[in-house]
Every structure is written in structure tokens, then in C-alpha cells.
């Protein structure tokens, strides 16, 4: 009974929990075509699947950590911050296309610096790494890989 119980506590729940989110997620990125690359190519569910794999491997290595050296117990509180960044994740990934990746990618951004408090005391930082985290997954995407980003508002008329 001992083995059980220690199964059910937030320090295995969690990881399970975002195990089968990120399958959930692996799996939406197969429905993702494009129409120019081929077989091997780089094209625009390489980055899904890539980020999904990378979870995985993340999500692995706590479970074990845990399984075999189990931390103290977890209090709701300090579970806040990851269902907030699960929460906002859900969001950028509802409004991305209706919104654009501009106004989308700028949300998210500063939610999650606001969730983890990082330059809130300063406007103008907090606005400059904002813009800087866009323009660079912009660079990113659209001008290294070519994936083509939806337009500002593109998904709404």
C-alpha cells in the first residue's frame, strides 16, 4: 500500500499529467503538411516534434529523479506557477492562428515574464525582452526554416 500511495503524490502527477499533454501535442503536430519539403526535410511539425521529444526526455528525468529519491511533499501553492504556465500555454495555442503570431507571441511572452516575475519592475526592459523573445522565434521561424507564420489577425476574417 505504501508503493500506491506514494504514486499519488504531486511530485509523480504532475510529470504524468504534462506526459500526456505533450502526447496530446506530439500527436496535433502530425497533422500539420506543408506543401514544399520533402521526405527528411526540415518543415513546419519539425519544431513540434522536436520540442515534443525534448519534453519527453525532461519529463523522463524527473520522474526518475523522483521515483527514486522522492521529494518532500508538494503544497498547492507552489503548483500555481506550472498550471499557470500550462494555462497560458493552452491560450497561444488557441489564438495563434485566429490572432497572428505577432499579437499572440507578444501575450504570451509577457504572461509568462509576468508568471515568473522576471523585469516586471521595469517597463522598459520587460518590454524589450517581450519584443526581443518574438523577433528572435520570428527570425527564427520564418527566416531560417521559412515556415510561413499567420498574419496579424489573419484567422479572424
Same mark, same amino acid.
Given at each position: 500500500?505504501?508503493? $500506491?500511495?506514494?504514486?499519488?503524490?504531486?511530485?509523480?502527477?504532475?510529470?504524468?499529467?504534462?506526459?500526456?499533454?505533450?502526447?496530446?501535442?506530439?500527436? !496535433?503536430?502530425?497533422?500539420?503538411?506543408?506543401?514544399?519539403?520533402?521526405?527528411?526535410?526540415?518543415?513546419?511539425?519539425?519544431?513540434? =516534434?522536436?520540442?515534443?521529444?525534448?519534453?519527453? @526526455? @525532461?519529463?523522463?528525468?524527473?520522474?526518475?529523479?523522483?521515483?527514486?529519491?522522492?521529494?518532500?511533499? =508538494?503544497?498547492?501553492?507552489?503548483?500555481? $506557477?506550472?498550471?499557470?504556465?500550462?494555462? !497560458?500555454?493552452? !491560450?497561444?495555442?488557441?489564438?495563434?492562428?485566429?490572432?497572428?503570431?505577432?499579437?499572440?507571441?507578444?501575450?504570451?511572452? @509577457?504572461?509568462?515574464?509576468?508568471?515568473?516575475?522576471?523585469?516586471?519592475?521595469?517597463?522598459? =526592459?520587460?518590454?524589450?525582452?517581450?519584443?526581443?523573445?518574438?523577433?528572435?522565434?520570428?527570425?527564427?521561424?520564418?527566416? =531560417?526554416?521559412?515556415?510561413?507564420?499567420?498574419?496579424?489577425?489573419?484567422?479572424?476574417?
Amino acid at each position: 500500500m505504501g508503493e $500506491r500511495a506514494n504514486l499519488f503524490r504531486a511530485g509523480v502527477l504532475l510529470p504524468v499529467f504534462l506526459l500526456a499533454v505533450t502526447t496530446v501535442y506530439l500527436a !496535433a503536430s502530425f497533422d500539420i503538411h506543408t506543401q514544399f519539403s520533402g521526405d527528411g526535410e526540415m518543415s513546419p511539425r519539425s519544431i513540434p =516534434i522536436l520540442a515534443a521529444l525534448l519534453m519527453y @526526455a @525532461a519529463l523522463a528525468v524527473v520522474l526518475w529523479t523522483e521515483l527514486r529519491e522522492p521529494s518532500d511533499s =508538494i503544497a498547492l501553492r507552489d503548483m500555481a $506557477r506550472p498550471a499557470l504556465v500550462v494555462l !497560458a500555454t493552452s !491560450a497561444y495555442i488557441f489564438l495563434f492562428r485566429p490572432l497572428g503570431y505577432i499579437p499572440s507571441t507578444l501575450a504570451y511572452s @509577457a504572461v509568462l515574464l509576468i508568471i515568473f516575475r522576471l523585469e516586471t519592475r521595469r517597463p522598459h =526592459i520587460f518590454a524589450l525582452y517581450v519584443i526581443g523573445v518574438t523577433a528572435t522565434f520570428y527570425g527564427l521561424f520564418a527566416g =531560417i526554416f521559412g515556415v510561413r507564420l499567420p498574419a496579424m489577425f489573419e484567422g479572424l476574417f
